[in-house]
């Protein structure tokens, strides 16, 4: 019989499953178990089977190596899953990468903000930022967390703030002494938070700008009238004339401040009213046509469909009055503004088009911007503040509706609003 078999031989005792080798120290132990009986007496014997098995138990315990066996018997696919479950979890971008500074797994919404991820190449193939891999080179070289920031500008730009933290783990391969480390990185997507700063800063400096110009005038003319003018009075008349009109510029100026902050409080609430879009149409056509006559305007809208849209009565008017306002003062000299509604496959389109001067192509993205002009001088000259289309673009948010423009240099503008159709997602 050979080793292996006489160790794979065993026997039951106690309902305990024994090899060979605890055979012969249990047959000991009940030797000299019978042997203290004898002389010692039966008050012995309790003792000794407990110690043989006492002895059987130690025997039978798993040795380190054969519990440290039994830890690594979980698959290595096991473990990766288990990881990748819990970053699936994370809402942010997740990376980890290897103690080589590899990518060896990610989550989704990595995948989706850094299409170019991929297993077992370097981050550098993904995020071509000399921050984030000197935060990376950090972390492997001195085991200390490392923060950065980059921007993408193509497709879109996005702003992350990227956070790269050690991981050591035990019982990893071990490199001059020490566990090899991991490096799981986490991208924090601040594009919007940027942007709403960026824009609240701007909000703040052209509004008072806007406010500065119109009080400086009157601040002057009135100085004026008290000075060197306080005895002119043809002079007076002109200079009064011009502080009132400054005086309702700051007034159009705060009302479409305060719309708007109206308007944006309430964006996320949608209208519940059906609204015949035709009569509102035509109560703004009658409330401009003081203002076509004299632009020397037409405004046309023949034909237009009785269609009913979900929405807000006054919201809708503001819309349109501005649109029809802008196509008749920047378009006068086209002498005709065209105003349509109809039912089409997109939804239900509502066109206000003039046969001005044009808009510039790199202009057109930008004008529902506050307080963006296209000519500084020309809007400021004809009453506008710059805040009309940033109305209409939160008022049509709220309608779930979309603004189109397309215009051509020298051959007009048309600004087309499309609805949904009634109970329509």
Known sequence: MTMATQN?????????RLDSFVIGAVASTVAIAGTLT?????????AIVGLAVSAVAFLRRPSRARQVAAANSYSKETVSAGIQAILSGIADPVVVLDAAGQVSMFNAQAKMALPQLATGRSLSFAVRSPEVVGAVEQVLREGTLAEAEFQEKVPVERSFEVRATPIRIDGAAISHGKPLTNVVMLFRDVTAAQRSERMRVDFVANASHELRTPLASLYGFIETIEGPARKDAAAQKRFLAIMREQARRMSRLIDDLLSLSRIELKEHVPPIDEIRLDAVLREVIDTLSPLALECKTAIHAEGLAALTVTGDRDELIRVFENLIENAVKYGQS???VDVTLAETERGISATVRDFGPGIAPEHVPRLTERFYRVDVADSRQKGGTGLGLALVKHILNRH????QVSSELGSGASFEVVFPRRGAA
């Open 334 to 336: 086209g002498g005709r």
């Open 38 to 46: 004898v002389s010692g007496g039966p008050i012995v014997m309790p």
């Open 8 to 16: 794979q031989e065993s026997v039951t005792l106690l309902g305990l």
């Open 400 to 403: 779930k509706a979309r603004l």
